[in-house]
Nanobody, 121 residues
Framework: QVQLVESGGGSVQAGDSLRLSCAFSGRTFSMGWFRRAPGLEREFVAAISWNDGIKYYADSVTGRFAISRDNARNILYLQMNSLKPEDTAVYYC?????????????????WGQGTQVTVSS
């Protein structure tokens, strides 16, 4: 059974940075970050393949966010820089049993409980 636990969320000002972490256990391959803002649909943020060779980003975060993973420590990261109020959301990490990364949430089998990120202007 795969377990995912996010941490690192908080309340910050526009322009600040945060680093989210997702501690995972169990068998997992490619992983991703998604977010859901109040009243909106869940949206893709970033994804990374099993061996760290391929990364995908949503257009809205490209150049500001960076996804990485430490397979030795079983931690997935999302470094978020130059945060904007529109980045406010609950952020979820997810994993799937396929080595290739994906932007499609339907392809992910396991999900964490989420961590809140609030960015004020």
């Amino acid at each position: 059974q795969v377990q995912l636990v996010e941490s690192g969320g908080g309340s910050v000002q526009a322009g600040d940075s945060l680093r989210l972490s997702c501690a995972f256990s169990g068998r997992t391959f490619s992983m991703g970050w998604f977010r859901r803002a109040p009243g909106l649909e869940r949206e893709f943020v970033a994804a990374i393949s099993w061996n760290d060779g391929i990364k995908y980003y949503a257009d809205s975060v490209t150049g500001r966010f960076a996804i990485s993973r430490d397979n030795a420590r079983n931690i997935l990261y999302l470094q978020m820089n130059s945060l904007k109020p529109e980045d406010t959301a609950v952020y979820y990490c997810a994993s799937r049993l396929v080595a290739v990364a994906s932007r499609d949430a339907n392809g992910y089998l396991y999900w964490g409980q989420g961590t809140q990120v609030t960015v004020s202007s």
